[in-house]
């Protein structure tokens, strides 16, 4: 008789990636892609490595009329391997009194707060038919009005790098642990690979971080250099919402 001896680490499930690539603009268009060449890369990798992304739209983007920017989006969204996700609708910043005013910091109040959600919410519907899920706040900023103000947002569903230690928030907050990028738009293969090999590697997922427009060839490369390492590894690609699936399925 042949007995199959399982491990500890054969038994565990594959561990889950969420790419969480921020900043998705109509600003920078070229001839075969309304979002840009750089986003088109990313696509193309999706594509490719038969992988999971997600985009996350700063929702001005939205209210200017730009119909081949908006079925791009679309198409994308109905092959169901890339979601979309509500990245605020300005991603701006100012000062005043010394103090940094965000969409969602200590200096937005949360009737201000809901009406940037609710705003960015009804673009995305009435432009492109689609119900966003998820949130990833700019500058991954919130306050408690944050959470207030989400709790009014019954469609969104799952918070990319929300608090740790939530208040009153009953979504799914997903956190961050290991960083693709060692620098804001600068993937390193070296340093996310000792990250990931030192405190990582033993998460049920790890939601990664990067900012597509600001990669030149030479940090694409070290996006996929990472992406393939991950593959080899084993691991799983999902979008958030597939995520949130996956454990409700478990429960």
Not at 94 to 121: D, M, V
Not at 173 to 193: H, Q, T
Not at 201 to 207: A, F, L, N, P
Request: hydrophobic share 30%.
């Amino acid at each position: 008789m042949n007995f199959v001896v399982f491990s500890e680490e054969a038994a565990k499930k594959p561990q889950v990636i969420i790419l969480k690539l921020d900043d998705l603009t109509a600003k920078f268009p070229s001839k075969d892609c309304p979002a840009g060449p750089r986003w088109k890369k990313v696509v193309d990798t999706v594509e490719k490595k038969k992988i999971k992304a997600s985009f996350g739209i700063i929702l001005n983007s939205l209210e200017k009329d730009n119909q081949p920017y908006f079925d791009w989006i679309k198409d994308l969204n109905t092959k169901g391997n890339i979601e979309f996700w509500n990245h605020g609708m300005t991603h701006g910043e100012k000062t005043e009194n010394g103090n940094k005013i965000q969409e969602f910091n200590k200096g937005s109040s949360y009737e201000e707060q809901k009406a940037t959600l609710e705003k960015g919410q009804k673009l995305a519907k009435d432009k492109l038919g689609i119900t966003l899920a998820t949130l990833g706040t700019p500058f991954n900023s919130s306050s408690g009005d944050t959470e207030k103000a989400l709790e009014d947002i019954p469609d969104i569903k799952i918070w990319l790098y929300g608090p740790g230690k939530p208040k009153i928030s009953k979504k799914l907050i997903l956190e961050r642990s290991v960083n693709l990028e060692a620098s804001v738009g600068n993937p390193d293969f070296d340093k996310f690979k000792e990250a990931y090999e030192s405190k990582g590697k033993t998460k049920e997922y790890i939601v990664l971080q990067g900012h597509p427009p600001a990669w030149d060839d030479r940090k694409y490369e070290n996006f996929e250099k990472i992406v393939d390492y991950l593959i080899e590894k084993g691991c799983i690609f999902m979008t958030p919402s597939e995520y949130l699936a996956s454990k409700s399925q478990n429960k």
